[in-house]
């Protein structure tokens, strides 16, 4: 069954804002078993919108949008579709009461306004919008006059804002697309996800071993962000489970080392998961990062469970006054160097009375490389308490964004690395 | 003129990736006249690819197409395009030896299937790839033998990295479109980004004041973001500079207060170029945040010469070890509190010597709110040399990573709006 997704919105066109439904519901929708054809983006236009959707129509068994639904004079996605499909639009009262009760739980008085967005198109199943005030539709379009066979088609129209319509995919929406729309076979999808081996080396090691399992049906599919490759395994059918079993175990004798996690987790869930497991808290040391190590430890709920703190060091004399780092071990080796790195994740330890400490410092760019030392040049240290210092220098000749995030991540790889040895 | 973006990947439709090129060319091509009307992501499929690029050729005078011409086997843009345009492709002697010394620079044995980038389609123009190995190729499509009239198009071709595809727009394509594809009139465009006023509020106080001015062929949009609402003031013709230096100063007489940049600029920017400029230094103390702050301020170049740096003090025996808050004050106002906040600024600025210092403490959730502090509940503090310290509530009842976005643009403006006094 084809699926495709059309986002509505001139913002989007314009680039004032990032789209990112896409890469957010392909991946909710891919690991169901429903993999996105295609996606279009077109203008809060009633003429562009109408024609995008009668065209996916055309095609799809599931056409999904997004935005419009909203109460301003620009969301007529709600009104154009009613129209298009002859339903009329009719009050449902309980999404009026929920509008009505929204406005006041926060103590806001109410435009008569956005009452348009409890208007319904007839025979519509509803989505409650438990973050916001535009309810989700679903609409079965039979007969689907725009397909040539006549197939029904279901149309999904989904709010614009994220954390709208984030909650009411997981909670709503896909359990709807379940029901409604069954796979033939049971789907079944795991990814495994590396850091610190390259895509094309990976392919190298693995596709020759795979082979015989992607014979027999098993899909495999590799996607490669900087520094990271997520290893993807999936298909249909019973004999699904065992393939993926089998073809996890053989990528796990190659490279078990480099894989940190699975599926939806990223390295600082992981790491934040290991130490509030273990009851061990860490504390970091950043220089070149500025503050990007300890956003991501803190982007994990229950982090502040773990987190001793951090110091964001960026001149030397911050690393001496917060960190104790000797200022002959600055002059003599520089502050981006093997001796620097240890001397901040030692501080570190000592002045959070942490488990871990991690350190950065290194050249983000665009100014302050040497030939010695050259832009992207990182030295990431780890104290632990009981154990010996590490310290590994890595290159990132990336702007300035990607080297801090590339860096992020092997800092916190080298973590996982040494909870994992000694757990 | 139409314009459409075909992105291709698999990848996108699976949600591996996020597609960032709508957002990025989407705003390049905005802010010199040429708006998209449309963006579509196909998959690696030689059928859906050459689809997507036929209907584009019905419609518009110009199709962008980003992503597979790579080596690899999944990359076959280029070939079908040549394909499907019966142009042969040829070997370009100059691409091949740019591709030779790629691999020699990095000191990288080079893959013979590499080579499969300098073919180029007949009469291609070619974009010479700075960043990698694949160039951009530009076709002009005539007789358009896929669009009724038959209307001459121009097919662009460009890489999919965005760091080869965002310098190959800027020094090559964008000024290409312009000889090529140039505009009936000038096109003059100009964005005031404000932060602390919503989207409503700012309609409401403006619309009426500019409708004059939009009667002579003023465009006004509103963008809102958490916390930030973009205006954005485009048009053509000879009379549009005058129509939108009227605008603007229509718009900072209501509201310059709020009004903390123009066009591209972001808040860490502004406040950094500011520190720049005054020789002035900035320290933070960050609990909730949790290194964010930091971050925003050293993605900025040159961020080295004004920031002093941070202290990350989640835990309350951080805030007292690294910033002297008073246990007392702890004990008596709880950490979420005006009187923490102001201790926190006051203690970065002591220990780091800074000319200012930004603290942040605050309940990001989705645990540790109360009754009388629920979840979203922070304050912000900022203290300089010589002045009063200054605590602001704010209140963002919004997830994890948006809460801690809203609140470091906050920090940002508060110490903006006092630099901004004193300059």
């Avoid at 006041?104 to 973050?131: D, I, Y």
Wanted: glycine share 10%.
């Amino acid at each position: 069954m084809e699926i495709e997704l059309i986002t509505t919105g001139t913002e989007l066109l314009l680039g004032r804002v990032l789209n990112t439904h896409q890469q957010w519901l392909g991946q909710r929708l891919a690991d169901s078993g429903h993999t996105l054809s295609r996606q279009v983006t077109v203008p809060d236009n009633g003429q562009a919108i109408r024609e995008a959707v009668q065209t996916a129509l055309g095609r799809a068994g599931l056409v999904i949008t997004t935005g419009g639904l909203g109460p301003t004079s620009d969301d007529i996605t709600r009104g154009m579709i009613a129209d298009m499909l002859a339903r009329p639009l009719c009050r449902d009262d309980s999404i009026a009461s929920h509008i009505e009760s929204f406005f006041e739980r926060r103590n806001r008085p109410m435009p008569e306004s956005v009452l348009v967005q409890a208007q319904v198109p007839k025979g519509a199943v509803v989505f409650p919008n438990e973050h916001g005030t535009a309810p989700g539709l679903a609409i079965e379009v039979s007969p689907n006059t725009f397909h040539e066979s006549g197939k029904p088609a279901w149309l999904l129209m989904l709010p614009g804002p994220p954390r709208e319509l984030r909650p009411m995919v997981d909670d709503q929406a896909l359990p709807f697309i379940k029901k409604h729309l069954p796979l033939e076979q049971a789907f079944h999808c795991r990814t495994l996800r590396s850091l610190g081996i390259g895509e094309s080396t990976v392919e190298e090691m693995l596709l020759g071993q795979l082979k015989p399992l992607m014979d027999r049906g098993l899909d495999l599919g590799f996607c490669a962000r900087t520094g990271q490759v997520d290893i993807r395994l999936s298909g249909s059918g019973p004999e699904m489970p065992a393939l993926i079993a089998e073809a996890e175990a053989t990528i796990r004798a190659a490279i078990d080392k480099q894989i940190y996690g699975t599926d939806d987790e990223t390295i600082e869930q992981v790491v934040v998961g290991r130490l509030i497991a273990t009851g061990e808290t860490l504390a970091v040391a950043e220089s070149c990062t500025g503050g990007l190590l300890g956003h991501h430890i803190t982007n994990v709920p229950g982090a502040s469970a773990i987190f001793a703190g951090g110091m964001l060091t960026y001149s030397n004399e911050m690393k001496q006054i917060l960190l104790g780092v000797n200022e002959s071990t600055l002059a003599q080796h520089g502050a981006v160097s093997k001796e620097v790195a240890v001397e901040m994740a030692e501080g570190a330890l000592a002045v959070s009375g942490a488990d871990h400490a991690l350190s950065v410092t290194g050249i983000a760019g665009p100014d302050g490389g040497t030939a010695d030392k050259p832009v992207g040049t990182v030295w990431l240290g780890l104290t632990s308490k009981g154990s010996r210092p590490l310290a590994i220098r890595k290159f990132h000749p990336y702007d300035r964004e990607t080297f801090k995030h590339a860096t992020v991540h092997q800092a916190l790889e080298m973590l996982r690395r040494r909870l994992q040895k000694t757990g």
